[in-house]
């Protein structure tokens, strides 16, 4: 049977960040909080990375910026194949016409 998973809040996120940049055993801390340290030390990495604004629900507020970035990116890179194809059916007529 599998285990039922387990959403933590930012403020308890937070609070576990900050306490164990407090504490020596990071592990212990996570004992007592009731998690894996494997977890606990994912948060902290992410925490260093992000900082305040870390942990923000589902990975929507983090995943905007990227998801418009490559929005952007996707069309200026459908112009540039637009471009090209101009490019290289006026280069075909072009020298079809001077031979």
Known sequence: MR???TH???AFKDNAVKLSFERKNV???AHELGISPAL???WCKEYRERGESSFPG????SREREAGRVAELEKRLKEAETERDILKKALGIISTSDR
């Open 58 to 61: 589902n990975g929507v507020r």
């Open 3 to 5: 285990k039922q998973r």
């Open 27 to 29: 592990s212990e801390l």
């Open 8 to 10: 933590y809040d930012k």
């Open 40 to 42: 606990l030390y994912r």
